[in-house]
């Protein structure tokens, strides 16, 4: 069991039962992962969900990761501001530092200069290597 923190296009990636990357949601939601949340990724992800598919599965998917037992909600009280490129993205660094996150889930090519950086150390994983772990 580890605990992650998903940036969102990876949630967008992982949520659909018709993706190849859907293991690794439901490893959340059965325990063999724990999700990391702040409310600043909450609201990033209810606002992508309901612009990327609609209100209705954005509110339904809020409620499972909010109502989730596996779900560790997270209060970051420091700000690293590592991710230069796109500051957007800190909140997922952040939560990750607080939260004591295994790994930050993503994609997103910005995230690469936390390789760089030995203090807070935040290891990023991508989507095939995460799944990969799950199964």
């Given at each position: 069991?580890?605990?992650?923190?998903?940036?969102?296009?990876?949630?967008?990636?992982?949520?659909?039962?018709?993706s190849a990357?859907?293991?690794?949601?439901?490893?959340?939601?059965?325990?063999?992962?724990?999700?990391?949340?702040?409310?600043?990724?909450?609201?990033?992800y209810?606002e992508i969900?309901?612009?990327?598919?609609?209100?209705?599965?954005?509110?339904?998917?809020?409620?499972?990761?909010?109502?989730?037992?596996?779900t560790?909600?997270?209060?970051?009280?420091?700000?690293?501001?590592?991710?230069?490129?796109?500051?957007?993205?800190?909140?997922f660094v952040?939560?990750a530092?607080?939260?004591?996150?295994?790994?930050?889930?993503?994609?997103?090519?910005?995230?690469?200069?936390?390789?760089?950086?030995?203090?807070?150390?935040?290891?990023?994983?991508?989507?095939?290597?995460?799944?990969?772990?799950v199964?």
């Open positions: 069991m580890a605990r992650l923190v998903l940036d969102t296009n990876s949630l967008l990636q992982c949520i659909s039962r018709r990357f859907h293991e690794i949601w439901l490893s959340l939601l059965d325990g063999r992962n724990l999700l990391c949340v702040s409310n600043e990724i909450l609201a990033e209810e969900l309901e612009r990327e598919t609609s209100h209705a599965f954005a509110l339904l998917a809020m409620n499972v990761i909010i109502n989730n037992p596996y560790i909600f997270v209060t970051p009280y420091y700000r690293f501001n590592l991710i230069k490129a796109d500051p957007d993205d800190n909140k952040d939560c530092v607080a939260g004591n996150a295994r790994f930050v889930v993503t994609e997103d090519s910005h995230y690469k200069i936390l390789r760089e950086i030995d203090f807070p150390k935040v290891d990023i994983i991508s989507l095939d290597d995460m799944l990969q772990m199964r």
